[in-house]
C-alpha cells in the first residue's frame, strides 16, 4: 500500500513536463550480509516504483578519500537527487566524515546535522525513514499517541533518537531507555506505546508489557539464518493490542519513507 502511494507521487510535472523522480544513490562499503540484504530490498522497491536507482557497492578496503569524493561527485549530479550510505561502515571509515559530507539536500536518511537540527525544532524537509515510517503506522491504525506513555528502547541516532522527538511532537510522555537503563521493566509495564530498536532478540518479553499496548518492533536479529526482531512475538502478542512482526513489518515502511523522501528531495531540488 505504501510503495503504491509512493508511486504515485513520483510523477509529477515540471515546465509542463511529466518526470518521474528518479535518481536514488545507494552506496554500500564491505560485505556486511544484513547491509546486502537491506540495500538489495531498497533496489528491488525503487525498481518496482520505477525509480532510477544506482547500487554503487565498494570493497571492504575501501579508503575514506576514496568515498568521500565519491559523495562529492553524486552531490554535483543533477540526475541524483538521493544520496544514501549504508550503515554500518567499516571500522576504518569515519561514519560522521561520512554524513557531514552528504549534501543536506539530498540526505533522504536524514541523517546530516542540518536536517536533525531541522527536526529538532519541527521544521524540516526529510524525517529519517524508520521512525517515519512507523508514525504513518501509527496514523493509518488511528493510533493517537496523544498523551500516552510511549517508552523507546535504544538512544541510536538512526531510529531511538529521532523516534522519541517524534513522539514527542505529536504530543506523547515520552521515556527513551538504553542499555544502561536500571529497572527497565518497570517502565515498560506502564507504557501505551513500547518502541524497540536494541538489538538483541526477543529482548521484551510477555512480563514486561501491559495488557492492549502498542508493540513496535524494529529489530531485525539474525540467528542461525533466522530472523528474529527484538519482541519475543509469540507471546508478547497475547497481551498486545497492536504488535509488529519480523520480518514484515516495520522493514517495508522504512523503504516506502526512504522513496517518498527522494520525492521530495526530487521536487525540492526542480522547484
Ligand atoms: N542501516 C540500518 N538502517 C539504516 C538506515 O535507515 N539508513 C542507512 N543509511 N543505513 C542504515
Not at 515540471?14 to 528518479?22: C, K, L, M, Q, Y
Not at 517515519?132 to 496514523?139: F, P, R, Y
Amino acid at each position: 500500500m505504501a510503495l503504491q502511494l509512493v508511486a504515485v507521487l513520483a510523477i509529477i510535472v515540471v515546465d509542463n513536463e511529466i518526470r518521474v523522480a528518479h535518481g536514488l544513490a545507494v552506496i554500500i562499503v564491505g560485505e556486511d550480509p544484513a547491509s546486502q540484504v537491506y540495500v538489495r530490498n531498497k533496489k528491488k522497491d525503487c525498481d518496482e516504483v520505477g525509480f532510477n536507482s544506482e547500487v554503487i557497492a565498494l570493497p571492504e578496503n575501501t579508503e575514506e578519500k576514496e568515498l568521500l569524493a565519491l559523495i562529492d561527485t553524486l552531490n554535483k549530479r543533477e540526475d541524483i537527487h538521493g544520496i544514501l550510505v549504508q550503515l554500518p561502515l567499516p571500522k576504518h571509515i569515519n561514519e560522521d566524515a561520512v554524513i557531514n559530507t552528504i549534501s543536506p539536500e539530498k540526505d533522504v536518511d536524514a541523517f546530516h546535522p542540518e536536517n536533525v537540527g531541522h527536526i529538532m525544532i519541527g521544521d524540516y524537509t526529510f524525517l529519517p525513514c524508520t521512525p517515519a515510517g512507523i508514525m504513518e503506522m501509527l496514523k493509518f491504525y488511528n493510533i493517537s499517541v496523544a498523551g500516552k506513555k510511549c517508552v523507546v528502547i535504544g538512544r541510536s541516532n538512526i531510529v531511538g533518537k529521532p523516534m522519541a522527538l517524534m513522539l514527542l511532537e505529536k504530543n506523547a510522555t515520552v521515556t527513551i531507555a538504553h542499555s544502561r537503563t536500571k529497572n527497565l521493566k518497570e517502565l515498560t509495564k506502564e507504557a501505551d506505546v513500547v518502541v524497540v530498536a536494541i538489538g538483541k532478540a526477543k529482548f521484551v518479553t510477555e512480563d514486561m508489557v501491559k495488557e492492549g499496548a502498542v508493540i513496535v518492533d524494529v529489530g531485525i536479529n539474525r540467528i542461525d539464518g533466522v530472523l528474529y526482531g527484538d519482541v519475543d512475538f509469540e507471546n508478547v502478542e497475547k497481551k498486545a493490542s497492536y504488535i509488529t512482526p519480523v520480518p514484515g513489518g516495520v522493514g517495508p515502511l522504512t523503504i516506502a519513507m526512504l522513496l517518498l523522501n527522494t520525492v521530495t528531495a526530487f521536487i525540492e531540488q526542480n522547484k
